[in-house]
């Protein structure tokens, strides 16, 4: 069964940084499109970043741009969002996604989805 599992999140305080991760189980994620989303209370999902299979990264989010990083890890099946110098307004749940080979900031067109993982900037 596909799964992925984000993890990473918590209480931070503003100007800190996390590594937030995706795991999958029953899929191989080096052949897919993955990207990183948010959604704030009262918010639509917004995509911050995705890493296609063949491609760098694709930045979507302008205010986070200059602040995060993506990578993959093949080995052990997992994608990681590191967000620098989080600002209180990065406070929403952080969402990875999959979809087929290339890159979209349209959340509507992942196939999968993972759970969340809340992220709260605060002093």
């Known amino acids: 069964q596909l799964q992925l599992v984000e993890s990473g999140g918590g209480l931070v305080q503003p100007g800190e940084s996390l590594r937030l991760s995706c795991a999958a189980s029953?899929?191989?994620?080096?052949?897919?499109?993955i990207g990183w989303f948010r959604q704030a209370p009262g918010q639509e999902r917004e995509g911050i970043v995705c890493?296609?299979?063949?491609?760098?990264?694709?930045y979507y989010a302008p205010s986070t741009r200059d602040r995060v990083t993506i990578s993959r890890d093949n080995a052990q099946n997992t994608v990681y969002l590191q967000i620098d110098n989080l600002k209180p307004g990065d406070t929403a749940d952080y969402y990875c996604?999959?979809?087929?080979?290339?890159?979209?900031?349209?959340?509507?067109?992942?196939?999968?989805w993972g759970q969340g993982t809340q992220v709260t900037v605060s002093s």
């Open positions: 996604a999959m979809r087929n080979y290339y890159c979209s900031e349209t959340p509507h067109e992942y196939h999968y």
């Open positions: 029953g899929v191989t994620l080096a052949g897919y499109a």
């Open positions: 890493v296609s299979a063949e491609h760098g990264p694709s």
